[in-house]
């Protein structure tokens, strides 16, 4: 018997997001994941060391990096269309909900159970799904940084929406990183390093 849930994740590369901008260079969903995994590992560092918001650091890592996998299925919907009101917005979820599923009948069933926890986000606390989403915001707040650095005002809507959204998510992590780390998205590659220190 074949299970092709892995062979379906792969896909994520061919997801393009933000499908109704003029991107300057296209965001994939596999991109978008491994930025979401990696902000909610160090957003995880961030509360472990100065919140203490509890949470379970491998946990949120890899449910962030399930947490849009349902839009293999469903593509990316753009944010206006889906939160446009409310029976939108619950139709989108059911939407979701049922993608996710879907795509977890790919398992046999002893991995399923192991792995819908992630697929869902059941597996996470409010706080870790609180986490997940600032993640997931900070990713796409990044992304439009990057677009208004190359003079794309295509986005500039969109990246006052995003900041908009962090701060009033008042979640300290995000918080912690937008004044401590965001900045350093503007930078070129010898500002970060400190110019010859990373040169082979």
Known sequence: MLYPFSALLARMKYITRWSLMRASRPESLSEHTADTALLAHMLCAVAARYTGTPCRAETVTV????????????????????YKNDRLRTAYKALEAESAGAMCRLLPPELSETLSPYVTGTVLTDAEKKLVKAADRLSALIKCMEEANAGNHEFDAALAQQRKALEEMCC????WFMAHCLPCYTETLDALTGGEAFRG
């Open 63 to 82: 449910a962030a990096l399930y947490h849009d996998a349902s839009e293999i299925i469903t593509g990316d919907m753009p944010t206006p269309v889906k």
């Open 172 to 175: 300290p992590e995000a918080d």
